[in-house]
Every structure is written in structure tokens, then in C-alpha cells.
């Protein structure tokens, strides 16, 4: 027996095999910063390198394991050349957590 949700659709677990993403408080600020100093010192990338930063962690639900190892256990980092960023980030078989943004010079805290 074929059972559909409300919408219409049949019930599975995860159809779209797509993860969670949930941000933490520190990498929504770190992207706020980052957007902050763009604006202000380079206002014509400003808009572009936001959007790709959050392109580039929306890409994760579907590809969770791109980036490498993190330094960290239980961390993955991306390097989103060209751009000066990197972010980390801990990705299970439902959830990528984006956990920050760093400057590729800024000292890891």
C-alpha cells in the first residue's frame, strides 16, 4: 500500500537525500563580520563573496565530505579558493554543521 503524505508525496525517510543544514552562532557572526568589512572596504564584492560563502556551504548538504580533515576531531575544512576563507565544519549521515568562516591568515582560535 502506497502511503502520501499531506503534500502529496510518498513518506520516506529522506527522499532527497539531502542534509540539515544548521549554522552556528559563531559562523553566522563570522559571516556577518565578513560581510561587514566587505561592504566597507571593497563594497563591489561584498554581495558576490557573501553569496558564495553560503553557496559554498549550501553545496555541503549534498556533498558533506568535500572538504578535507579538519584539525580538529570530528571537523572537515573547505577551502573556498579563490577566496581567502575556510570553513569548518562536522557532517554526519543528517546534518552538516557549519561551525565557522576564517580567514585563511586569521589564527585559528
Not at 540539515?20 to 568589512?37: H, K, N, Q, T, V
Not at 566587505?38 to 553560503?54: D, E, I
Amino acid at each position: 500500500m502506497d502511503r502520501r503524505g499531506r503534500d502529496g508525496c510518498a513518506r520516506c525517510k529522506n527522499d532527497s537525500g539531502l542534509r540539515r543544514l544548521r549554522w552556528s552562532p559563531a559562523a553566522a557572526s563570522d559571516l556577518e563580520g565578513i560581510s561587514d568589512y566587505l561592504y566597507l572596504h571593497h563594497p563591489n564584492f561584498a554581495a558576490s563573496t557573501v553569496q558564495r560563502l553560503y553557496a559554498a556551504a549550501k553545496s555541503l548538504r549534498e556533498f558533506p565530505f568535500t572538504g578535507r580533515i579538519g584539525k580538529k576531531d570530528g571537523t572537515r575544512e573547505l577551502v573556498l579558493a579563490p577566496l581567502p576563507y575556510i570553513m569548518i565544519y562536522s557532517a554526519d549521515d543528517q546534518t552538516v554543521d557549519i561551525l565557522r568562516f576564517l580567514h585563511s591568515y586569521q589564527e585559528r582560535p
